[in-house]
């Protein structure tokens, strides 16, 4: 059901409610965007779920809630109408004041609910029910847990579900939960409610449909906007360490020195975002940028925002970036990549490979609003190749994926969904949340509440369920009463009784880093602590005065020099298709105009060394003793392909774009390879037996063996993947002997 709309379509204003029209108008607007105008009919019939796919700041939210306030409007009523259901609480707070001004006209009571919204306001809307919500899922679930026999009651008279950010959600924990919350939430009104997300545009939209309304995503109504957008302008530089080697540290990093000059020079007095992927990255940055502020006696106008930041620091820097009277530049990870409304943005910069295509292009999605042209400055940072240069650095991998990644954005293409995976710890929550809310389940209809047709978890079977409850009965999370009715058990009361409860994520314990009684973040706990330790956070330089065990407290003091902390910073999953495009890279001669000299000369170089090895022959290299597999496959492949290679008690691991086998020569690889590509290897479930470390989600430690195996098998193993990769390895090897 996908209908690309186009601005010369527009002709549904005059379907808006007359004070809508003229709330439109009061704004200034010439006319509406294209994918506002093909939303209003769609949505105003409020007989199906609506999926709206367009770039960041092309004008989703208005999308939404023109024809919603309008069909409000003309029907008021008790009770909430239409429940909005956003990823962060500071999306909350923003989407809250800009849908406001238009309810406030329209006399449509508008209420926002997270953890630090006053118990007197939500006490209010409990007593009389109205209007439009605004909640995170883990204030939903709270509703659930603590209010569950009031749900039905106030959502009795609801229209509209609208999920902002929809692509934030999809595959994850969070993802899984808010899918059956709703599902639950219309379960106890017992009709099907209209489901509208918000998405930036996906490179296959019915995946992401079919998350919105899962089994039933072809009934899903697709409006992606024919917008091309702005005009883009992007540069990618590349800087080289002149001093390699395992010894150096960051502050030797010529690299880093040459990236912060270069963005002091070109990013002073306007408002820019810089994304250094990781936090720890995004610390050393900012006081890099800080630091040659100081040097050039001018104001410092660059400061680090990420998600151990506290909430003030973060506002701080957020109001910054509003002010138009203040350029401020915000080194920042992926906190400020959702929609929040952040104002003008001249310039986005990205340093390193991203984490994604989708994510470059929500970055990307920041720069160039109200007509003005979308900025990327790329940057990456590489080392200098010498006679002792490692046989893959000699690649410049990170480059190829920046490039690869770019040019898959120009061709609009980006990640689609990961495939649905069983997210057994989400399931667990979900059992105790539906027990907490009835105050007990029968286990037949608990099944049929949380894995019906519907819901995110009905790929979960009847006996991998009878096998859950078996679980968590012998670890005390679930009793049972006589008549056979699920109760909480007493490691399941005590988690639901606990604040973190109703977060779907693991929630670490960490120390809280103060400075004259100001709080200015969170590091993890197992972070090596001692007084007069100096380190770099909140884009500063600090020495730690004390440290307080007891409450986890560390004082902190101004000084010179520091580094900054490991923060828990993960990288991203590459995909198959971004590793693809690396290799024809490798393997073409086509200069992209956008890099920089420096960068492609690298390209260059690269493509010299990788004909040495000849085409054929460079998917399986000889590199000392050891073998180097390049299937260039995604990092689930990869693994999949390493899981089952140690699985034949070869030592194999993923490094970067490739497969390591340690102490393997050519021969013995080639003839493992031909054992997997023709299909003699152990099932994903009997290859999960062999993995260590399976317990990653927040209840996966309450999960019998089996069951770890059935969830790892589904969320990290890519099986045929990793098969059609061998496959392509002995092709690649026979062709190369043929020659």
Same mark, same amino acid.
């Given at each position: ?8 379509e527009a ?5 808006l409610h007359?004070k ?6 009061? =704004?200034?607007w010439?006319e509406?965007?294209?994918i506002?105008?093909?939303a209003?009919?769609?949505i105003?019939?409020g ?5 709206i796919?367009?770039?960041? !700041?092309?004008g989703?939210?208005?999308?939404a809630?023109l024809?919603i306030c309008?069909?409000? !409007?003309e @029907?008021?009523?008790?009770?909430i109408?239409?429940l ?5 609480k500071?999306?909350?707070?923003d989407q809250?004041?800009r849908t406001e ?8 009571p508008t209420h926002?609910?997270?953890?630090d919204?006053?118990g007197?306001r939500k006490?209010a809307l409990l007593?009389a ?8 899922p883990?204030?939903l679930?709270?509703m ?5 026999t ?5 959502f009795?008279?609801?229209q &509209? ?5 929809l692509?934030?959600?999809l ?5 899984a ?8 939430l219309?379960?106890?009104v017992k009709r ?5 997300g918000l998405?930036?545009t996906l ?12 089994? @039933?995503g ?7 906007s024919?917008?091309s957008?702005? #005009?883009l ?5 590349s ?9 150096k540290?960051?502050?030797?990093d010529t ?13 002073r007095?306007k408002?820019?975002?810089?994304f250094?992927n /990781?936090r720890s990255? *995004?610390?050393?940055y900012a006081?890099?940028l800080?630091?040659?502020s ?5 104001s410092?106008?660059f400061?680090a ?5 506290s909430?003030e620091l973060?506002?701080? *820097? ?11 530049? +915000?080194?920042?990870?992926t906190?400020?990549e959702?929609?929040?409304?952040i104002? +003008?943005?001249?310039?986005?910069a990205q340093?390193?490979p991203p984490?994604?295509v989708a994510?470059?292009?929500q970055?990307?999605g920041r ?5 003005e042209?979308?900025?990327?400055r790329? &940057? ?6 010498d006679?002792?240069?490692l ?5 410049? %991998? ?10 898959l954005?120009?061709?609009r293409?980006? #990640? ?5 995976r ?6 667990? =929550?979900?059992?105790?949340s539906l027990? !907490? ?6 286990p ?6 949380l894995c019906?047709?519907?819901s ?7 006996a991998?369920f009878?096998?859950l409850?078996?679980a968590?009965? +012998?670890?005390?999370?679930?009793a =049972?009463?006589?008549?056979g009715?699920l109760?909480?058990g007493g490691l ?9 409860? &109703?977060?779907a994520?693991?929630?670490p #314990?960490?120390?809280?880093? *103060?400075?004259s009684g100001?709080q ?10 001692y007084e007069?330790l100096?380190?770099?956070f909140?884009?500063?330089r ?5 440290? @307080?065990e007891?409450d986890?407290?560390v004082q902190?003091v ?17 995909h ?7 290799r024809?890279?490798?393997e073409g ?9 420096q960068?492609g000369?690298l390209l ?10 000849? @085409?054929d ?6 590199d000392?003793?050891d073998?180097?597999?390049l299937?260039w496959?995604?990092?689930?492949? %990869? ?8 699985a034949?008690?070869m ?17 013995a690889?080639?003839?493992?390879l031909d054992?997997i /590509? ?7 479930? =009997?290859l /999960? ?8 989600e927040?209840f996966d430690?309450?999960?019998?063996e #089996? ?5 790892f ?9 990793a098969v059609?990769?061998a ?13």
């Amino acid at each position: 059901m996908n209908s690309p709309v186009s601005a010369s379509e527009a002709a549904n204003f005059g379907l808006l409610h007359r004070k809508v029209q003229r709330w439109v108008w009061q =704004q200034g607007w010439d006319e509406l965007r294209d994918i506002q105008d093909a939303a209003i009919p769609t949505i105003l019939a409020g007989d199906t779920d609506v999926l709206i796919g367009a770039a960041t !700041a092309a004008g989703k939210t208005e999308a939404a809630f023109l024809p919603i306030c309008s069909k409000l !409007a003309e @029907h008021d009523g008790p009770g909430i109408q239409a429940l909005y259901v956003g990823p962060l609480k500071a999306l909350i707070n923003d989407q809250f004041r800009r849908t406001e001004e238009l309810c406030e006209v329209l006399e449509i009571p508008t209420h926002r609910w997270h953890g630090d919204v006053a118990g007197t306001r939500k006490k209010a809307l409990l007593d009389a029910p109205s209007g439009i919500l605004l909640i995170t899922p883990e204030s939903l679930e709270a509703m659930f847990v603590l209010r569950g026999t009031q749900v039905p009651r106030l959502f009795a008279t609801l229209q &509209y579900v609208v999920v902002d950010e929809l692509h934030s959600f999809l595959g994850s924990e969070r993802g899984a939960q808010l899918l059956s919350q709703l599902h639950r939430l219309e379960l106890a009104v017992k009709r099907r409610i209209p489901r509208i997300g918000l998405s930036a545009t996906l490179g296959d939209m019915s995946l992401a449909a079919d998350q919105l309304r899962p089994d @039933h995503g072809d009934q899903v109504k697709i409006l992606e906007s024919a917008l091309s957008g702005q #005009e883009l302008r992007l540069q990618l530089r590349s800087y080289i360490d002149e001093r390699p080697g395992t010894e150096k540290t960051d502050d030797d990093d010529t690299a880093v020195h040459g990236i912060a000059d270069h963005l002091f020079a070109n990013l002073r007095g306007k408002t820019n975002l810089v994304f250094a992927n /990781a936090r720890s990255r *995004v610390e050393l940055y900012a006081a890099e940028l800080a630091d040659r502020s100081v040097r050039a006696r001018v104001s410092n106008e660059f400061h680090a925002h990420h998600g151990n930041l506290s909430k003030e620091l973060r506002e701080d *820097v957020e109001s910054m970036l509003k002010d138009p009277t203040r350029p401020t530049t +915000a080194v920042c990870t992926t906190t400020l990549e959702m929609g929040i409304d952040i104002g +003008a943005i001249a310039q986005v910069a990205q340093i390193g490979p991203p984490p994604s295509v989708a994510s470059l292009r929500q970055r990307l999605g920041r720069s160039g609003r109200r007509d003005e042209p979308a900025i990327l400055r790329a &940057y990456c940072a590489t080392v200098a190749i010498d006679a002792g240069t490692l046989l893959l650095d000699r690649l410049q %991998l990170p480059l190829m994926q920046t490039i690869a990644s770019i040019d898959l954005l120009l061709d609009r293409w980006c #990640e689609p969904p990961e495939a649905s995976r069983l997210h057994l710890s989400t399931l667990i =929550q979900q059992l105790l949340s539906l027990i !907490a809310q009835h105050g007990g389940a029968r286990p037949a209809e608990a099944y049929a509440v949380l894995c019906g047709r519907g819901s995110p978890f009905s790929a979960v079977t009847t006996a991998q369920f009878a096998e859950l409850l078996r679980a968590l009965g +012998a670890k005390d999370v679930l009793a =049972q009463a006589g008549d056979g009715t699920l109760l909480l058990g007493g490691l399941g009361e005590a988690a639901v009784n606990h604040y973190t409860f &109703y977060a779907a994520f693991q929630t670490p #314990e960490e120390y809280r880093l *103060v400075h004259s009684g100001r709080q200015l973040g969170t590091m993890p706990i197992d972070f090596p602590l001692y007084e007069g330790l100096r380190l770099v956070f909140a884009g500063q330089r600090w020495r730690v005065s004390a440290v @307080h065990e007891d409450d986890k407290v560390v004082q902190l003091v101004p000084a010179a020099g520091g580094k900054p902390p490991h923060l828990g910073d993960a990288g991203g999953s590459v995909h198959r298709a971004v590793r693809g495009r690396m290799r024809d890279l490798l393997e073409g001669d086509r200069i992209p105009t956008y890099l920089d000299r420096q960068s492609g000369d690298l390209l260059e170089q690269a493509r010299r060394f990788y004909a040495t090895l000849g @085409h054929d022959r460079a998917s399986i290299i000889t590199d000392g003793p050891d073998t180097l597999l390049l299937p260039w496959a995604g990092d689930r492949e %990869l693994h999949t392909l390493a899981a089952i290679l140690n699985a034949t008690r070869m030592e194999a691991a993923v490094d970067s774009a490739a497969l390591r086998l340690v102490g393997v020569p050519r021969a013995a690889a080639l003839s493992a390879l031909d054992k997997i /590509a023709a299909g003699r290897t152990p099932d994903p479930e =009997q290859l /999960a037996r062999k993995v260590k470390g399976k317990a990653t989600e927040k209840f996966d430690g309450w999960l019998s063996e #089996e069951l770890l195996c059935d969830q790892f098998a589904s969320a990290s193993l890519d099986y045929a993947g990793a098969v059609a990769a061998a496959r392509r390895l002995t092709q690649a090897a026979t062709s190369a002997d043929a020659i």
